[in-house]
């Protein structure tokens, strides 16, 4: 019996994660848009608050943290910060991950983009961080909000090189 159930949690965990994110009119309502300069002291949030966080790139590096996790961070030019720059830490689903790698990585990127998650925090090490839902949000009729993320396109040889045999 145990073992059922343990089968059936853990196919409702995979569906959830392949699933876009639903919003009833009134969740999205309480979203709330930060830079990630704002969001340095994430840790003053409230845990499961909906964000929207601007950002200009991504890190490169990706570690495979969980089995169906990634954790990244999120990067802002900020000359106040003692870097220069302010980050984010950030978790992604295992079946987003294509989608978050064609965002830039280039620190000079100059186009301010938009990504949507839930603050979380992992009790065992108490690491708090953005659980990322996608970067493109659909409104219906009555308000409610579908996150999902924009696919990259299919990636297609470049017009210089020459044709595979």
Not at 31 to 59: H, P, T, W, Y
Not at 115 to 136: H, I, S, W
Request: charged content about 20%; glycine content about 4%.
């Amino acid at each position: 019996m145990k073992i059922i159930y343990a089968l059936v949690l853990l196919l409702a965990c995979a569906a959830s994660s392949l699933a876009a994110e639903q919003l009833t009119a009134a969740m999205w309502s309480k979203a709330q848009m930060f830079n990630v300069a704002e969001l340095d002291g994430i840790k003053n949030l409230k845990i499961n608050q909906l964000v929207g966080v601007r950002f200009r790139s991504r890190s490169e590096k990706l570690r495979h943290l969980k089995p169906n996790f990634y954790q990244a961070a999120l990067w802002q030019p900020e000359r106040s910060a003692r870097r220069g720059y302010a980050s984010i830490p950030v978790l992604v689903a295992k079946p987003d991950l294509a989608a978050f790698k064609a965002l830039p990585a280039d620190f000079r990127a100059i186009t301010p983009l938009v990504v949507y998650g839930r603050v979380r925090r992992d009790p065992a090490n108490g690491y708090t961080f953005v659980r990322l839902y996608g970067n493109k949000v659909t409104l219906d009729d009555a308000g409610n909000a579908t996150i999902d993320w924009e696919q990259p396109p299919a990636s297609r040889p470049s017009p210089t090189a020459p044709p595979r045999r």
